[in-house]
């Protein structure tokens, strides 16, 4: 890794890949650069097929800022056309996380605000510093939420909590958080990282081929009913059946021992 670059990517030989935001003096914006980088990463790692989880990261005290506000306020004068292409554009490379067929851990080191706290909620899991800060001050800024905010937010924790955090622009504590379903844990911030690992551990020690599945059965807030759910299981499951890991799960669970996944 390159300390100087605004993203980086740490390849781990267990299948995690950890994505560390690399701009701490100005607490990791979400700039156009880190914008052209998170692209890049997020594109190799999407065709990586040895690939078993993704950690996120901030460097320093935030996880990140979100927009650049200076931007922002450039913005004023610029056709709707430009602007919306633009926009648009930017909400989808971050969201590119949204779509990795593996499971993604947010590990919310410090603040994360506006577009930071939607790509923290774009990922499948989150673990939060107790005394970080999550807010969406989007209207506070004259702005209409953005980067799916009032889709991501609803999912993740419910219309209830949503309504207030745009609408009043409340900020949660990580402790408070977690209270509310917003992240998974809160632990103190230096074993915010660890934790978010010791949990990419777990994942990336289980079959791959059920857990992409299983990842992607729960997508978008899962199956919109039962019936549905029962004829996606009825076609993922027995896919799975017909693997060498679902033999070697079996085996490793009649020996008493830990399962050795391949992936087959």
């Not at 190799?44 to 927009?67: I, K, N, P, Q, Y």
């Not at 633009?86 to 577009?115: F, K, Q, S």
Request: glycine content about 8%.
């Amino acid at each position: 890794m390159a300390e100087d670059r605004v993203l980086l990517v740490d390849r781990r030989p267990d299948g995690v890949a950890v994505l560390t935001l690399n701009d701490p003096s100005r607490r990791n914006a979400m700039s156009d650069e880190m914008t052209v980088a998170w692209r890049d990463a997020l594109t190799e790692l999407r065709a990586d097929t040895g690939l078993r989880c993704v950690v996120v990261t901030g460097a320093g005290t935030a996880f990140t800022s979100g927009g650049v506000l200076s931007w922002l306020a450039d913005t004023n004068a610029a056709a709707l056309p430009e602007l919306r292409a633009r926009m648009t554009d930017y909400y989808r490379t971050w969201l590119m996380i949204r779509d990795l067929e593996v499971p993604t851990i947010a590990a919310v080191n410090g603040h994360a605000v506006g577009a930071g706290l939607c790509l923290a909620l774009a990922c499948d899991l989150r673990y939060a510093a107790a005394d970080a800060k999550l807010l969406a001050p989007f209207t506070a800024l004259g702005l209409h939420p953005g980067m799916a905010a009032t889709w991501l937010l609803p999912e993740v924790a419910g219309l209830p909590l949503a309504r207030e955090m745009l609408l009043t622009g409340r900020v949660l504590t990580g402790t408070e958080a977690a209270a509310n379903g917003l992240v998974n844990r809160a632990v103190p911030r230096e074993d915010v990282l660890a934790e978010a690992l010791a949990v990419a551990d777990r994942v990336a020690a289980q079959a791959p081929i059920a857990t992409r599945l299983t990842k992607a059965a729960l997508a978008n807030g899962g199956h919109p009913d039962m019936a549905t759910a029962l004829r996606w299981e009825a076609l993922a499951q027995p896919l799975t059946m017909t693997t060498d890991d679902m033999v070697e799960g079996l085996t490793a669970q009649r020996e008493k021992r830990t399962p050795k996944f391949t992936g087959r």
